[in-house]
């Protein structure tokens, strides 16, 4: 995706801690999503920043800086099932407007080895 | 409450066809947005209608166009298909108000030999 970046593989082990980061450039910028997806599958929301900080679900956290244009997802306790592709997604408000677009990130793949 | 549901769920196509993709969203939501995802190029995004009216608009040719329904369902076509437009497209749908979640669909695998 344009203007967002992230890295293209990571390799982590069972149990372990990763971060995941997501860096973006964008103006009217609105918030900030981040997506699981599994091969084969469609991509599956995990969670939303509006506001700078560490928003918590579980093993999953996600923190923003909208003033670094910077976010990243921590993964806790990782287990195999986490191997997938991670999306960031970058939401961008019209004016006036109640329309939006949302802008991805190619996506990290995740390994989690034993 | 059930999920967004795409259909067919593969296509096989040659150059020169045009194909038709539908979408029908979750209950209640109003905002159908449409995705390419390829390899090479990631997830990008086509358009997004609301209330039947298209709002948004992505960085593809012509020979790509959408519409949606009373019911909120959505199509897309793609004409004079190309090699290149192989690729697995996605729709999304939202509440369409404001920041709001997008729900994905499994997806249309779309293949032109």
């Known amino acids: 995706g344009q203007n967002i970046d992230q890295p293209t593989e990571m390799t982590a082990t069972e149990g372990a801690i990763v971060q995941i980061n997501c860096t973006y450039q964008t103006s009217g910028f609105n918030g900030l999503f981040w997506y699981q997806q599994h091969a084969g599958e469609a991509p599956t929301f995990l969670s939303y920043n509006v506001l700078d900080g560490l928003e918590e679900k579980g093993r999953f956290s996600s923190f923003l800086s909208r003033s670094k244009g910077y976010s990243y997802l921590l993964l806790k306790e990782l287990q195999m099932k986490d191997s997938a592709s991670y999306l960031c997604a970058v939401f961008r408000g019209a004016e006036n407007t109640n329309a939006g677009k949302s802008t991805f990130g190619d996506g990290t793949t995740l390994t989690v080895k034993p | 409450k059930a999920g967004v549901t795409q259909t067919p769920r593969y296509l096989i196509k040659t150059r020169g066809q045009q194909v038709t993709l539908s979408c029908s969203p979750i209950?209640?939501?109003?905002?159908v947005s449409w995705y390419q995802q390829t390899p090479g190029q990631g997830l990008q995004f086509l358009f997004e209608y609301f209330s039947e009216t298209q709002r948004n608009k992505g960085n593809f040719p012509g020979r790509f166009s959408g519409r949606q329904f009373s019911n909120s369902r959505s199509e897309m076509n793609v004409s004079t298909l190309e090699l290149g437009d192989s690729a697995l497209y996605l729709c999304a749908s939202s509440l369409g108000v404001g920041l709001d979640t997008q729900y994905f669909g499994p997806g249309t695998r779309l293949t032109v030999l």
């Open positions: 209950s209640g939501h109003r905002s």
